[in-house]
């Protein structure tokens, strides 16, 4: 059985970092994409980043590219996601998704939730000072 844990989450003012991590169990990195989601109050869930099954392929909306940075360990069975330069409008449960993708496939968008079966609970990041 698939499982996704978060972590890493918490207050932090503006300009500061996390990293968060999603420790993932029943399943090996090179079958699946993982990506990064968020929901803020009254919004729509929406795509953060995702990496490839493949470890070298990775994608990013327009508003965290270049503050945020998407890693996997596959030893570790971990994908993490660097933030830095946090704002305000970071403040939003983030959730790890995983989509299965075939072995080791160098593809990977963040722009279809829907196409991530397998979700873990959410850790909360809030930006304020």
């Known amino acids: 059985q698939l499982q996704l844990v978060e972590s890493g989450g918490g207050l932090v003012q503006p300009g500061g970092s996390l990293r968060l991590s999603c420790l993932l169990s029943g399943f090996t990195l090179d079958y699946y994409a993982i990506g990064w989601f968020r929901q803020a109050p009254g919004k729509e869930r929406e795509g953060v980043s995702c990496i490839s099954s493949s470890g070298d392929r990775t994608d990013y909306a327009d508003s965290v590219k270049g503050r945020f940075t998407i890693s996997r360990d596959s030893a570790k069975y971990t994908v993490y996601l660097q933030m830095s330069s946090l704002k305000p409008e970071d403040t939003a449960v983030y959730y790890c998704?995983?989509?299965?993708?075939?072995?080791?496939?160098?593809?990977?968008?963040?722009?279809?939730?829907?196409?991530?079966?397998?979700w873990g609970q959410g850790t909360q990041v809030t930006v304020s000072s």
């Open positions: 998704a995983a989509r299965r993708a075939g072995y080791r496939v160098s593809y990977c968008s963040h722009r279809a939730p829907a196409d991530f079966g397998s």
